[in-house]
């Protein structure tokens, strides 16, 4: 694991957006698994605005999501898939053949579910972007939820709709369940980065870089995965311990 710790959110955003854009340049059609949520805002502006302005061919790329809520119209303002659209989609160019997204109207979710993992498996994900929940949740996949899970349904633990009330004005609007890509989904990817900000990080970060591996602290399964980088600012870094592979900027 290869840890780099930044001063503050923003160098944070800089160095995410440059590891990300240095492998698109090298491989222009790499698939990327990309999540939603406030962490990855500052490096997706920076990335598509260096983008946009060395003129990077974007017709090769393909992303895939990680979640994407149950019963919300894939048009609300609030869906993972606004926000995809708002963030990269439309700024890159997208066609809509080169992003994928679970269906969260889906009459039948156990065959979307069953369909998203299928395309996971066909295409294959080079590199996932991940940020991490104060439970140590991925994706939307909480807490006590199985290693070895595929893309499934998922109900929302309180604390975590708590948390995204932010995007909706009241948590009673927050949908009480989502579409995941599961763990071991993710654990697919050739190599995922992760991306933390702010104390309330600093359990999770604690539990996934120093704890043991445990379904309580779902981050810890990609202990397992071999090509993971932690990039985290410096408060969510606070319970760190100091030692080789991890890089101060
Ligand atoms: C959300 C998303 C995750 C995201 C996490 C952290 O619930 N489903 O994909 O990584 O929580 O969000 P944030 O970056 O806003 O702290």
């Known amino acids: 694991m290869n840890i780099t710790i930044t001063k503050n959110y923003s160098e944070l955003s800089v160095k995410a957006a440059e590891l990300f854009y240095k492998k698109i340049k090298a491989k222009p059609s790499i698939h990327l698994g990309l999540a939603t949520g406030k962490t990855p805002l500052g490096m997706y502006e920076i990335l598509r605005k260096k983008m946009k302005t060395d003129g990077l061919p974007t017709d090769k790329l393909k992303v895939f999501n990680l979640d994407e809520y149950v019963g919300l119209s894939k048009n609300s303002s609030k869906s993972f898939y606004t926000y995809m659209k708002k963030q990269l989609y439309e700024p890159l160019g997208l066609k809509e053949r ?29 590199l996932q972007l991940l940020g991490v929940g104060r439970n140590g949740h991925i994706g ?24 995204n009330a932010s995007f909706f004005g009241d948590e009673s609007l927050v949908p009480t369940r989502a579409i995941t890509m599961g763990i071991q ?28 591996m ?25 319970f760190l311990k100091r030692k080789e592979g991890v890089s101060h900027d």
């Not at 080169?98 to 080079?126: T, V």
């Not at 989904?185 to 604690?206: D, T």
């Not at 445990?214 to 606070?238: F, G, Y």
Request: some cysteine; hydrophobic content about 35%; overall charge negative.
């Open 98 to 126: 080169q992003y994928y997204i679970p269906n969260g109207e889906a009459k039948d979710l156990e065959k979307e579910c069953l369909r998203y993992e299928q395309m996971i498996d066909q295409f294959g994900i080079d």
């Open 140 to 163: 939307f996949n909480e807490p006590g939820t199985p290693f070895d899970s595929l893309t499934h349904v998922v109900k929302l633990k309180e604390s975590t709709r708590k948390v």
């Open 185 to 212: 989904s993710i654990l697919k990817a050739k190599e995922i980065v992760v991306i933390a900000s702010g104390e309330e990080k600093a359990r999770a970060l604690y539990e996934f870089v120093h704890g043991k």
């Open 214 to 238: 445990t379904e309580e602290w779902p981050i810890t399964a990609l202990k397992n995965h071999s090509n993971v980088t932690v990039i985290c600012d410096q408060k969510s870094a606070r």
